[in-house]
């Protein structure tokens, strides 16, 4: 077995993120954002009573009125997966469903998050196409690049302000 499909069988519980950034559904947006940008944090999970009602991530938050509320951009219901979940099995879901998060759960208990940022320090990734950072809409390898304008991140076409990217190849 090669390094990298070891890595992969490994669980999302030896990865995931444990420090979770909560809120409720009636916290106001620029609250929301505010918390998000002093935390340089992506993603804030929405509890209701203790429950996991909803997900908001930036790109949520920035789409929406600074006035609004959490319930009004948060993505309900929330996919979750439990600590035992293969790395592997865990981008492939955020690939089909167009995630770029799944909180990790125990029965009914939050335990964690694995976000796709977290998968790619461990060299995990969808093997069929890659992910905007700003918008998180998953694209063929050859429509996402990083810019070094935007700190190499990797950005898609219409993110990156242009109707086409470099046809030289893939994202690096």
């Known amino acids: 077995m090669n390094v990298m499909a070891e890595v992969g069988a490994c669980s ?3 990865v995931m993120g444990t420090e979770l950034y909560t809120l409720t ?8 954002k505010r918390l ?3 935390n340089g944090i992506d993603h804030l999970l929405v509890l209701d009573n203790g429950t996991l009602t909803g997900i908001v991530c930036k790109g949520d938050l920035r789409a929406a009125a600074r ?5 009004d951009c948060m993505s309900s219901p929330v996919l979750c997966i439990g600590p035992d979940t293969t790395l592997e099995e865990a981008a492939q879901i955020m690939f089909d469903q167009q995630v770029s998060c799944l909180p990790v759960v125990t029965g009914a208990f939050l335990v964690g998050i694995i976000t796709r940022a977290a998968l790619a320090t461990v060299g995990i990734g969808p093997a069929n196409g890659a992910a905007c950072d700003a918008c998180g809409a998953d694209q063929p390898h050859d429509k996402v ?7 190499g991140i990797p950005l898609c076409a219409s993110c990156f302000g242009r109707t086409s990217l470099n046809p030289s190849g893939p994202a690096d």
């Open 67 to 71: 006035n609004a509320l959490v319930a």
């Open 12 to 14: 999302v519980a030896e």
């Open 145 to 151: 690049r990083r810019d070094p304008r935007a700190a």
């Open 25 to 32: 559904p009636d916290t106001v947006v620029a609250s929301a």
């Open 36 to 38: 998000a940008f002093d």
